[in-house]
């Protein structure tokens, strides 16, 4: 049996975009992202009153040493608002010379997707096996919970790239 599932869609109203005290706060109901001007990260997302991120994103690739992060001195961060949505455009480059664009695009409600583009060639063109996106989380969560389109409609129960699971911070066994 196929199962079906339904995403909360977006709100009609984007959120609200603001800056002070070096941030850019993307605020809309119940929810806050703020961004660190001089990284172009983000610093804090929180929902509801509780924080969801602490950090990120960042580049994550199996097999390649990437170091730290600079932001673009010109245009490391970047907001405005498209339609319903604030998107956020973070260019800048890692310690071994990877060039990224990430374009994260929040809704009033709180929906943040994020999209990453390798604007320079990779050092290695093999050994790669997973590259993505990953976010900080706070201490105290105990497990993460993802739905998401993969490459094939069916994985092992247990695998690390499957469709849809939940990460134990501590696994039994």
């Known amino acids: 049996a196929e199962m079906e599932y339904h995403f909360t869609p977006a709100s009609e109203n984007p959120p609200q975009v603001q800056e002070k005290d070096g941030e850019i706060l993307v605020s809309g109901t119940g929810f806050t992202v703020a961004f660190d001007k001089e990284t172009g990260l983000i610093s804090r997302a929180a929902c509801q009153g509780e924080t969801l991120i602490t950090g990120g994103p960042y580049l994550h690739v199996t097999g390649m040493e990437l170091g730290a ?64 996106i990953s976010y900080d989380i706070p201490q105290d969560v105990e497990s993460v919970s ?8 069916a994985y092992p129960e247990d695998h690390i790239g499957r469709n849809e699971g939940t990460a134990r911070k501590i696994r039994e066994g």
């Open 146 to 153: 993802w739905l998401r389109e993969g490459m094939y409609s």
């Open 69 to 132: 992060w600079t932001p673009d001195s010109a245009d490391g961060i970047s907001v405005r608002t498209e339609g319903r949505y604030a998107a956020v455009t973070l260019k800048g480059c890692y310690a071994n010379g990877q060039q990224v664009q990430f374009d994260i695009k929040i809704s009033g409600n709180g929906i943040l997707t994020t999209d990453y583009t390798l604007t320079s060639a990779p050092e290695t063109e093999s050994g790669l096996k997973e590259v993505g």
